[in-house]
């Protein structure tokens, strides 16, 4: 079956067609409703020495002073926040979003913390939340080791917007779903209707084609005998009479 072939097909069951479009959207209208958007909220923690790290009497930027020590404690911080501990313990304080931290892989010791919820608040709490702990786990590991007072790593928040940004991609991940699903059921559904019912097109065009008129017969035709009430047959479709001997020796002799 090629292009032309299958335009036809399609063209015969635009009924069908009809009806499968009307589904398809139907359905779109539904999934665009019914499914939830995602929101998510991001944020970044960068690790930095005080400005007296280097000592006393050289202060440095704290910008410019990143040890790769750094990198290595915001590292340690992650994982332990990364846990499936964490997360329940997360969970039973009432923040109820996924997260995620990773270390930036070009920007040296910096967290990027990621949120997602259903809730736009509930993200950007729950982000807040991670953010804290992270904090909260760093001065104890620095405590645990009795870490000079003047070299203290500070974590200071980066680019955390109060308010989660949407993210359209569950919705069009359904609509696509969606579309793709009811396009290959409508198109199946057309050809098989179209191969399985040849005889009952086929009897709906002779239903409406015009029925043939019958032929008018001749006078002669129509004449009926008296005593039997059948019609006579035309004279060339009788039974010629038998002659008989005398008759045609009569005729002979004539």
């Given amino acids: ?7 036809r097909v ?5 009924r069908v067609m009809a009806v499968g479009a009307a589904v398809v959207l139907a359905a779109a209208a539904a999934a665009v409703a019914l499914v939830p958007t995602q929101y ?11 400005p007296q790290a280097t000592g006393a009497a050289t202060p440095t930027n704290p910008y410019l002073n990143l040890e790769p020590g750094l990198t290595v404690t915001a590292s340690l911080i992650a994982s332990t926040l990364s846990t499936k501990d964490s997360a329940r313990s997360l969970e039973a304080a009432g923040f109820t979003s996924d997260y995620a931290i990773g270390l930036s892989p070009d920007a ?7 949120t997602e919820d259903t809730d736009g608040a509930m993200a950007v709490r729950t982000r807040d939340e991670v953010i804290r702990r992270l904090q909260v786990e ?6 645990a080791v009795n870490a000079p007072q003047r070299q203290l790593i500070d974590a200071r928040p980066n680019s955390a917007p109060s308010v989660a940004e949407p993210l359209p991609g ?6 696509a779903v969606i579309g793709g699903v009811g396009v290959v059921t409508t198109l199946l559904v057309a050809f098989i ?8 097109d086929r009897e709906e065009v002779r239903a409406a084609a015009p029925t043939p008129r019958a032929t008018p017969r001749s ?3 129509e004449r009926v005998r008296p005593d039997a009430g059948e019609r006579l047959r035309p004279a060339e479709d009788r039974p010629r009479e038998r002659v008989s001997a005398s008759a045609a020796a009569r005729w002979w002799d004539s």
């Fill in 193 to 200: 209707r179209d191969r399985r019912r040849p005889e009952e």
């Fill in 40 to 50: 998510q909220a991001t944020g970044q923690l960068v690790m930095l020495l005080p």
């Fill in 138 to 143: 760093l001065a104890r590991i620095q405590s």
């Fill in 170 to 175: 569950s919705k069009i991940r359904a609509l």
């Fill in 10 to 14: 399609l063209l015969r069951r635009w």
């Fill in 219 to 221: 006078r002669a035709d």
């Fill in 108 to 114: 040296g010791p910096v967290l990027v913390i990621s």
């Fill in 1 to 7: 079956m090629d292009f032309i072939d299958a335009l």
